[in-house]
């Protein structure tokens, strides 16, 4: 399969593969796609584990909070 990717994406690729130590760009980008592919996975059985827990009341803004603090935003 051959993506083409934008000349500052690819260069940020190609230093990041580099420092990761894989051995090309390739290894590196499907090294991304498979870990995206397990967070999926766990996300989905923790939607799952949560739809037949118990109710708990929602705070939406402290909710956001939170993901603005993991996403380093805010």
């Not at 999926?40 to 909070?65: K, M, T």
């Amino acid at each position: 399969m051959g993506v083409v990717l934008p000349r500052a994406i690819e260069e940020l690729a190609r230093r990041r593969a580099e420092e990761a130590g894989f051995t090309d760009t390739a290894d590196y980008i499907a090294h991304l796609v498979a870990t995206d592919a397990a967070a999926g996975v766990d996300l989905e059985s923790l939607l799952a584990d949560g739809l037949q827990g118990p109710d708990l009341p929602l705070d939406i803004e402290a909710l956001r909070a939170e993901g603005r603090a993991r996403l380093g935003r805010n």
